[in-house]
Structures are given as C-alpha cells and as structure tokens.
C-alpha cells in the first residue's frame, strides 16, 4: 500500500512538472513582436592574404585537325613602297671560261679606176656623161662602165679624181653628184703643139644609193684625148666609212 501510494506521488509530480514546463514555454514572446531597429554597418574587414598558387592542370588531348576552310578573296593591292637603299657591292664573280675566237672583221672596201679606150671617138655635147669604158680596178663592181657612174654601196667620205689629157681642143667638165655639180674645170686651148692635162679631185660624202660621174661642161669644150702615150682617167676611192649609221653593215 505504501509502495502504491509512493508511485502515485511521483507520477504527480512528474505530472506538475511537465504542466509548469509548457506554461515556461507559452510566456515566451512572439519574434515578430519584439522586431528591433536596424544595426548601423559594421566596418569593412581586412583584406585576406593571396591564397597558395593552384596546381596546374592536366594537358588536354590533342584533338584531330581540322578541314581546310575555303580559299578567301584576294584583296586589294597595296601602295607601293619607298624605294630601298641601294645594297652594298658584291663580290667579283669568279671569271669565266675564254671563248672561242671570233672571225676577224673585214674593213668595208670600195674603190675604182678607169680610162678612156684609145680607139674612143668621144662626140660629145653639154650634159653627156663621160664614159671611161677600160676598166683598171674596180673589185667591187661598184663603176659601171655602160653608164659611166659610180654607184655607192659603203656608205662614208670618198675622194673622187679626174684626169684628162687634152690635145688641140679645150675642155670644161663637171664632177657629178645626184644631178648636182660638185666641181668644175676648165682648159682653154692656146695652140699648143703637144697635149696638155687636166687634172681635178674632190672629197664627197655618200650613202648607199648616191651616185658620181663626169659631164661634159660645154658642147664646144669636149676635147677628151687618150692615146698609147697619154690617157684620160677617172678615179674614185673609199677614205672611210660610217658603216654603224647605215642599215648595209649594222
């Protein structure tokens, strides 16, 4: 019985206890009814000190190349730059190999003489040529002997020469270039019993094509004269060339 009635006072008690615990609880104020104003800021922290260095990464796998893109316009051409410095001079370059010997050069040649045949009836008046019809030189063919002109074919400075032999007649001849007279001479007859000469030359230019010959002056002065002992000659020669200026030897 008194065990019973020991049990029921601790189980009052426990009861009394629990009921006051709750009631502790239930005075408890609401947070929303107790709300506060706001705190002024703190201030800012310290800055921290830098962090250890982070290991390095692994290297990623090497991925397959890729497809080639297309081709792009071309663009526009740039502007042209300043002109360079001019380099520095190279070195001597080693020497070549000698040649084969060349073919000598010919120097260009034209020369000529002629005289009257001695058998030659000349009847001739003003403006006839004189054809002197023996030929003594005239390598180069550049005399012709049916129309008693030369004919030049070197071009450059010639010296051109007449001589005559007159015998009881006078005598007046033109040297002839191109239809122009170059030069004239004259002999008047003075009774002489035995031949008298005469004698003329003259430097002239020529180019290919130019042409030169002797024409009787006067009708009345024609007296040509050849004979076994004396001769009528006409001379002509190339004193030098300017073959470089003509299209014959460039």
């Known amino acids: 019985m008194t065990s019973l009635r020991l049990l029921l006072l601790l189980y009052s008690l426990f009861i009394l206890q629990v009921h006051f615990s709750n009631q502790l609880d239930d005075n408890k104020i609401p947070a929303s009814l107790c709300t506060g104003h706001p705190g002024i800021p703190g201030s800012p922290g310290v800055h ?92 180069q063919g550049d005399y012709n002997t049916e129309t008693g002109r030369f004919t030049c074919r070197v071009p450059g400075v010639y010296y051109f020469a007449v001589h005559a032999t007159v015998y009881r007649a006078s005598l007046q001849f033109d040297l002839m270039k191109n239809g122009h007279t170059v030069a004239s001479y004259f002999q008047f007859y003075g009774n002489w019993p035995k031949p008298v000469s005469l004698s003329g030359g003259s430097l002239l230019h020529l180019i290919p094509g130019d042409q030169v010959w002797v024409q009787i002056a006067l009708a009345e002065y024609n007296g040509f004269y050849s004979s076994t002992k004396t001769d009528s000659t006409f001379t002509g020669f190339l004193v030098y060339s300017d073959w470089k200026n003509s299209a014959v030897f460039a």
């Open 48 to 139: 921290g000190s830098p962090g250890q260095p982070g290991r390095d990464g692994r290297d990623g796998r090497d991925a397959a190349p890729g497809e080639k893109g297309e081709k792009g316009d071309r663009g526009d051409p740039g502007e042209t730059g300043v002109r360079g410095l001019t380099g520095d001079k190279g070195d001597p370059g080693e020497r070549g190999e000698r040649g084969q010997p060349g073919e000598c050069a010919v120097a260009p040649k034209s020369a000529f003489s002629a005289k009257l045949s001695q058998t030659l009836s000349l009847s001739l008046t003003v403006g006839d040529t004189v054809h002197f019809d023996t030929i003594m030189l005239n390598e």
